[in-house]
């Protein structure tokens, strides 16, 4: 019985908004790279690349790997990407990338 009066005192300490106020999607804080990076790799020639100076990135190549990675899943485009110290390289996958 104490167990559930903690728990319902817990959650009177969180706000109800409406539901069309929740906010949809993720739009964090790499959607602006990830959406630069997605136009140009659509209008990549075959057999190009495109070069990213880890520099540039707003976050580290990692996290903005694995954002491209969730965004091209959506979109439906497979890519390969590799990296060195400096820069990250990203082009569109074939079947033997």
């Keep these: 019985m104490a167990h559930e009066h903690a728990a319902e005192s817990a959650l009177d300490r969180f706000q109800a908004i409406l539901q069309h106020e929740v906010p949809k999607g993720r739009e964090?804080?790499?959607?602006?790279?990830?959406?630069?990076?997605?136009?140009q790799i659509?209008?990549?020639?075959?057999g190009t690349a495109l070069k990213v100076p880890v520099a540039a990135l707003p976050d580290s190549k990692e996290n903005v790997r694995a954002a491209l990675n969730r965004a091209t899943r959506l979109h439906g485009?497979?890519?390969?990407?590799?990296?060195?110290k400096d820069n990250l390289y990203i082009w569109k996958a074939t079947r033997k990338s």
């Design 42 to 46: 659509e209008r990549l020639a075959p």
């Design 28 to 39: 964090g804080k790499l959607k602006r790279i990830v959406t630069a990076l997605l136009n």
């Design 77 to 84: 485009l497979r890519v390969s990407t590799s990296s060195d």
